[in-house]
Protein backbone atom coordinates (compact mmCIF):
# COMPACT_ATOMS: atom_id res chain seq x y z
CA UNK A 1 0.00 0.00 0.00
CA UNK A 2 1.40 3.72 -1.11
CA UNK A 3 -0.53 6.36 1.06
CA UNK A 4 0.25 9.92 0.46
CA UNK A 5 -0.13 12.40 3.45
CA UNK A 6 -0.50 16.21 2.77
CA UNK A 7 0.44 18.12 5.39
CA UNK A 8 2.59 15.48 6.47
CA UNK A 9 5.18 17.60 8.17
CA UNK A 10 3.07 19.03 10.56
CA UNK A 11 1.71 18.03 14.23
CA UNK A 12 -0.63 15.62 13.24
CA UNK A 13 0.20 14.76 9.71
CA UNK A 14 4.06 13.71 10.75
CA UNK A 15 2.75 11.31 14.20
CA UNK A 16 0.58 9.73 11.06
CA UNK A 17 3.58 9.59 8.51
CA UNK A 18 5.65 7.50 11.24
CA UNK A 19 2.31 5.21 12.23
CA UNK A 20 1.92 4.63 8.38
CA UNK A 21 5.68 3.47 8.02
CA UNK A 22 5.49 1.37 11.13
CA UNK A 23 2.46 -0.72 9.37
CA UNK A 24 5.04 -0.88 6.63
CA UNK A 25 3.33 1.57 4.32
CA UNK A 26 4.90 3.02 1.91
CA UNK A 27 4.42 7.04 2.41
CA UNK A 28 4.92 10.12 0.09
CA UNK A 29 4.77 12.99 2.53
CA UNK A 30 3.53 16.76 0.60
CA UNK A 31 3.78 19.82 2.44
CA UNK A 32 5.05 23.10 1.98
CA UNK A 33 6.20 23.67 5.05
CA UNK A 34 4.58 26.94 5.52
CA UNK A 35 4.31 25.60 9.15
CA UNK A 36 5.10 22.24 9.13
CA UNK A 37 8.97 21.12 10.48
CA UNK A 38 11.37 19.22 8.95
CA UNK A 39 12.76 17.97 12.48
CA UNK A 40 9.20 15.78 12.88
CA UNK A 41 10.20 13.97 9.39
CA UNK A 42 13.68 12.93 10.89
CA UNK A 43 12.81 9.46 11.44
CA UNK A 44 10.87 8.84 8.50
CA UNK A 45 13.72 10.49 5.97
CA UNK A 46 15.95 7.16 7.51
CA UNK A 47 12.84 4.68 6.12
CA UNK A 48 13.49 3.62 2.49
CA UNK A 49 9.62 3.79 1.93
CA UNK A 50 9.69 7.25 2.58
CA UNK A 51 9.62 10.41 0.33
CA UNK A 52 9.28 13.86 0.85
CA UNK A 53 7.74 16.08 -1.98
CA UNK A 54 8.14 19.97 -1.66
CA UNK A 55 5.59 21.63 -2.88
CA UNK A 56 1.96 23.68 -2.23
CA UNK A 57 -1.82 22.17 -3.55
CA UNK A 58 -2.74 25.28 -4.79
CA UNK A 59 -1.12 24.25 -7.81
CA UNK A 60 -3.20 20.91 -9.09
CA UNK A 61 -0.21 20.07 -11.37
CA UNK A 62 2.13 19.42 -8.50
CA UNK A 63 -0.42 17.27 -6.47
CA UNK A 64 -1.43 15.11 -9.56
CA UNK A 65 2.39 14.27 -10.08
CA UNK A 66 3.60 13.22 -6.33
CA UNK A 67 -0.16 11.35 -6.57
CA UNK A 68 0.88 8.89 -9.27
CA UNK A 69 0.85 5.46 -7.99
CA UNK A 70 -0.87 6.04 -5.21
CA UNK A 71 -3.44 4.03 -3.19
CA UNK A 72 -4.86 6.64 -0.46
CA UNK A 73 -4.60 9.91 0.39
CA UNK A 74 -5.10 11.41 3.84
CA UNK A 75 -5.86 14.94 3.49
CA UNK A 76 -4.41 16.82 6.34
CA UNK A 77 -2.77 20.64 5.09
CA UNK A 78 -4.83 23.18 6.03
CA UNK A 79 -4.62 26.61 7.46
CA UNK A 80 -5.67 25.78 10.91
CA UNK A 81 -5.65 29.39 12.46
CA UNK A 82 -9.24 30.30 12.95
CA UNK A 83 -8.67 33.56 15.31
CA UNK A 84 -7.14 35.34 12.65
CA UNK A 85 -9.07 34.15 9.89
CA UNK A 86 -11.30 37.78 9.44
CA UNK A 87 -7.58 39.46 9.07
CA UNK A 88 -7.47 37.02 5.86
CA UNK A 89 -10.90 36.42 4.95
CA UNK A 90 -9.18 34.38 1.64
CA UNK A 91 -6.86 32.49 3.67
CA UNK A 92 -9.15 29.86 4.47
CA UNK A 93 -10.71 29.60 0.80
CA UNK A 94 -7.58 28.89 -1.05
CA UNK A 95 -5.62 26.68 1.70
CA UNK A 96 -9.00 24.63 2.72
CA UNK A 97 -11.36 24.64 0.34
CA UNK A 98 -9.64 25.32 -2.63
CA UNK A 99 -6.44 23.07 -2.20
CA UNK A 100 -9.09 20.20 -1.12
CA UNK A 101 -11.03 20.24 -4.61
CA UNK A 102 -7.53 19.92 -6.29
CA UNK A 103 -6.59 17.11 -4.24
CA UNK A 104 -10.14 15.80 -5.22
CA UNK A 105 -9.79 16.18 -8.81
CA UNK A 106 -5.86 14.58 -8.40
CA UNK A 107 -7.46 11.72 -7.16
CA UNK A 108 -10.08 11.54 -9.70
CA UNK A 109 -7.15 11.56 -12.46
CA UNK A 110 -5.19 9.28 -11.06
CA UNK A 111 -8.11 6.70 -10.12
CA UNK A 112 -7.51 7.21 -6.42
CA UNK A 113 -10.25 6.03 -4.61
CA UNK A 114 -9.98 6.44 -0.92
CA UNK A 115 -9.63 9.51 1.25
CA UNK A 116 -9.26 10.27 4.58
CA UNK A 117 -10.07 14.12 5.33
CA UNK A 118 -9.56 16.24 8.92
CA UNK A 119 -12.23 18.21 9.09
CA UNK A 120 -13.42 19.46 12.60
CA UNK A 121 -15.68 20.33 15.49
CA UNK A 122 -15.78 23.98 14.46
CA UNK A 123 -18.45 22.68 11.57
CA UNK A 124 -21.41 22.53 13.87
CA UNK A 125 -20.70 26.78 14.75
CA UNK A 126 -22.64 27.41 18.27
CA UNK A 127 -24.25 24.05 18.45
CA UNK A 128 -28.11 24.07 19.69
CA UNK A 129 -27.46 20.00 20.99
CA UNK A 130 -24.52 18.94 23.78
CA UNK A 131 -23.18 17.11 23.35
CA UNK A 132 -23.35 17.53 19.47
CA UNK A 133 -24.05 14.49 17.32
CA UNK A 134 -22.85 13.96 13.76
CA UNK A 135 -26.67 14.91 12.17
CA UNK A 136 -27.00 17.76 14.53
CA UNK A 137 -28.94 20.37 12.36
CA UNK A 138 -25.92 22.66 11.13
CA UNK A 139 -26.27 26.21 12.82
CA UNK A 140 -24.83 29.25 10.90
CA UNK A 141 -21.67 29.25 10.50
CA UNK A 142 -19.33 31.47 13.11
CA UNK A 143 -15.88 31.24 11.69
CA UNK A 144 -14.41 31.17 8.37
CA UNK A 145 -12.12 28.42 9.24
CA UNK A 146 -15.56 26.48 9.64
CA UNK A 147 -17.18 27.08 6.71
CA UNK A 148 -14.26 26.27 4.98
CA UNK A 149 -14.18 23.02 6.25
CA UNK A 150 -17.67 22.56 6.04
CA UNK A 151 -17.30 23.69 2.20
CA UNK A 152 -14.30 20.40 2.11
CA UNK A 153 -16.66 17.92 3.32
CA UNK A 154 -19.28 18.72 0.63
CA UNK A 155 -16.75 18.70 -1.82
CA UNK A 156 -15.73 15.26 -0.93
CA UNK A 157 -19.08 13.93 -0.65
CA UNK A 158 -19.92 15.62 -4.17
CA UNK A 159 -17.01 13.24 -5.34
CA UNK A 160 -17.62 10.44 -3.42
CA UNK A 161 -21.09 10.14 -5.70
CA UNK A 162 -19.71 11.16 -8.95
CA UNK A 163 -16.63 9.45 -8.80
CA UNK A 164 -17.43 6.13 -6.92
CA UNK A 165 -14.87 7.31 -4.00
CA UNK A 166 -15.01 6.12 -0.31
CA UNK A 167 -14.26 8.82 2.21
CA UNK A 168 -13.57 9.05 6.31
CA UNK A 169 -14.40 12.52 7.24
CA UNK A 170 -13.16 12.77 10.85
CA UNK A 171 -14.63 16.10 12.28
CA UNK A 172 -11.83 16.89 15.51
CA UNK A 173 -11.91 18.06 18.48
CA UNK A 174 -8.28 20.51 19.74
CA UNK A 175 -5.43 17.51 19.25
CA UNK A 176 -2.83 17.65 21.92
CA UNK A 177 0.50 15.63 21.97
CA UNK A 178 3.69 15.65 21.02
CA UNK A 179 5.05 17.79 18.33
CA UNK A 180 2.02 20.12 19.51
CA UNK A 181 2.64 23.82 18.00
CA UNK A 182 -0.57 25.54 17.74
CA UNK A 183 -3.53 26.64 20.70
CA UNK A 184 -4.06 27.36 23.77
CA UNK A 185 -1.13 25.10 25.80
CA UNK A 186 1.82 26.65 23.27
CA UNK A 187 0.44 30.01 23.61
CA UNK A 188 0.15 30.16 27.67
CA UNK A 189 3.50 28.52 27.90
CA UNK A 190 5.16 30.79 25.83
CA UNK A 191 3.65 34.03 27.55
CA UNK A 192 4.95 32.48 30.89
CA UNK A 193 8.61 32.36 30.01
CA UNK A 194 8.19 35.58 28.73
CA UNK A 195 6.77 36.93 32.38
CA UNK A 196 5.91 33.95 34.69
CA UNK A 197 4.07 36.20 37.25
CA UNK A 198 1.47 37.38 34.30
CA UNK A 199 -0.81 35.81 31.85
CA UNK A 200 -3.32 37.54 30.03
CA UNK A 201 -6.23 35.12 28.66
CA UNK A 202 -8.61 35.86 25.55
CA UNK A 203 -12.49 35.85 26.77
CA UNK A 204 -13.74 35.39 30.28
CA UNK A 205 -11.28 31.69 30.67
CA UNK A 206 -14.44 29.56 30.90
CA UNK A 207 -14.75 28.61 27.49
CA UNK A 208 -15.57 24.59 27.76
CA UNK A 209 -13.64 22.75 25.33
CA UNK A 210 -12.94 19.23 24.35
CA UNK A 211 -9.42 17.59 23.67
CA UNK A 212 -8.14 14.28 22.46
CA UNK A 213 -4.36 12.92 22.44
CA UNK A 214 -3.03 12.79 19.12
CA UNK A 215 -2.32 8.45 19.16
CA UNK A 216 -5.54 8.22 20.14
CA UNK A 217 -6.64 10.18 17.00
CA UNK A 218 -4.53 8.11 15.24
CA UNK A 219 -6.16 4.46 16.54
CA UNK A 220 -9.58 6.61 16.07
CA UNK A 221 -8.78 7.01 12.44
CA UNK A 222 -7.32 3.71 11.59
CA UNK A 223 -9.91 1.58 13.06
CA UNK A 224 -12.54 3.61 11.00
CA UNK A 225 -10.93 3.39 7.99
CA UNK A 226 -10.28 -0.49 8.79
CA UNK A 227 -14.20 -1.18 9.63
CA UNK A 228 -16.62 1.65 8.84
CA UNK A 229 -17.78 0.41 5.30
CA UNK A 230 -19.62 3.72 4.13
CA UNK A 231 -19.09 5.51 0.94
CA UNK A 232 -19.25 9.03 3.15
CA UNK A 233 -17.96 8.21 6.94
CA UNK A 234 -18.76 11.29 9.08
CA UNK A 235 -16.91 10.50 12.35
CA UNK A 236 -16.69 13.01 15.31
CA UNK A 237 -13.10 12.03 16.96
CA UNK A 238 -13.31 13.50 21.28
CA UNK A 239 -13.37 12.40 24.61
CA UNK A 240 -16.26 11.92 27.04
CA UNK A 241 -15.15 15.10 28.66
CA UNK A 242 -14.15 18.74 28.63
CA UNK A 243 -12.82 21.29 30.41
CA UNK A 244 -12.50 25.52 30.92
CA UNK A 245 -9.94 27.22 29.70
CA UNK A 246 -9.33 28.10 33.64
CA UNK A 247 -8.99 24.52 34.43
CA UNK A 248 -6.24 24.46 31.57
CA UNK A 249 -4.67 27.07 32.96
CA UNK A 250 -4.53 25.61 36.87
CA UNK A 251 -2.80 22.06 35.22
CA UNK A 252 -0.04 24.67 33.66
CA UNK A 253 0.88 26.79 35.95
CA UNK A 254 0.42 24.18 38.44
CA UNK A 255 2.86 21.64 36.67
CA UNK A 256 5.27 25.19 36.11
CA UNK A 257 5.33 25.88 39.68
CA UNK A 258 3.78 29.28 38.93
CA UNK A 259 0.77 31.12 40.46
CA UNK A 260 0.82 34.22 37.68
CA UNK A 261 -1.96 36.88 38.25
CA UNK A 262 -4.59 36.33 35.91
CA UNK A 263 -6.08 38.85 33.56
CA UNK A 264 -8.82 38.73 31.41
CA UNK A 265 -10.24 40.13 27.53
CA UNK A 266 -13.73 39.75 28.66
CA UNK A 267 -16.78 38.33 27.23
CA UNK A 268 -17.37 34.81 26.40
CA UNK A 269 -15.26 34.37 23.21
CA UNK A 270 -11.54 34.75 22.98
CA UNK A 271 -11.87 35.63 19.34
CA UNK A 272 -14.39 36.08 16.47
CA UNK A 273 -15.62 32.66 16.07
CA UNK A 274 -14.37 30.94 18.84
CA UNK A 275 -17.42 29.02 20.20
CA UNK A 276 -18.20 29.02 24.00
CA UNK A 277 -18.89 25.65 23.86
CA UNK A 278 -17.24 22.43 21.88
CA UNK A 279 -18.36 19.09 23.22
CA UNK A 280 -18.84 16.28 20.81
CA UNK A 281 -20.94 12.96 21.13
CA UNK A 282 -18.89 10.16 19.66
CA UNK A 283 -21.27 7.27 20.21
CA UNK A 284 -20.54 6.07 16.35
CA UNK A 285 -17.05 5.99 16.50
CA UNK A 286 -17.34 3.89 19.72
CA UNK A 287 -19.71 1.82 18.36
CA UNK A 288 -16.88 0.64 15.97
CA UNK A 289 -14.87 -0.33 18.77
CA UNK A 290 -12.76 2.45 19.80
CA UNK A 291 -12.10 4.57 23.55
CA UNK A 292 -9.98 6.55 23.90
CA UNK A 293 -6.87 5.73 25.90
CA UNK A 294 -5.81 9.23 27.99
CA UNK A 295 -7.60 11.76 29.42
CA UNK A 296 -7.41 15.45 28.74
CA UNK A 297 -5.24 15.94 32.09
CA UNK A 298 -2.91 13.37 30.31
CA UNK A 299 -2.82 15.16 27.56
CA UNK A 300 -2.66 18.56 28.68
CA UNK A 301 0.80 17.23 30.42
CA UNK A 302 2.26 15.18 28.11
CA UNK A 303 2.13 18.77 25.15
CA UNK A 304 3.30 20.42 27.93
CA UNK A 305 6.36 18.46 29.39
CA UNK A 306 7.00 18.06 25.34
CA UNK A 307 7.31 21.76 24.69
CA UNK A 308 9.50 21.88 28.12
CA UNK A 309 11.83 19.42 26.45
CA UNK A 310 11.87 20.88 22.95
CA UNK A 311 11.91 24.94 22.68
CA UNK A 312 13.91 24.96 19.44
CA UNK A 313 10.39 24.80 18.33
CA UNK A 314 8.80 27.91 20.28
CA UNK A 315 11.72 30.18 18.18
CA UNK A 316 10.50 28.00 14.43
CA UNK A 317 7.04 28.92 14.79
CA UNK A 318 7.52 32.35 15.67
Known amino acids: MKALVTGGAGFI ?17 FDNFSTGQRQFLEKAQTNDRFELVEGDLIYEEQIEAAMFGVDFVWHLAANADVRFGTDRPRRDLEQNTIVTANVLEAMRKNKVRGIAFSS ?21 QTSLYGASKLACEGMISAYCEGFDMQAWIFRFVSILGERYTHGHIFDFYCRLLNDP ?109 WLEQNHWVLAARK
Open 13 to 29: GSHLVDRLLQEGQSVIT
Open 120 to 140: TGSVYGEASVIPTPEDCPMPV
Open 197 to 305: DHLHILGNGKQRKSYLYIHDCLNAMFKAIEVAPDAVNVLNLGTDEYVEVNDSVDLITDHLELKPKRSYAGGERGWIGDNPFIFLKCDRMRSLGWLPEHSIHDGILKTLK
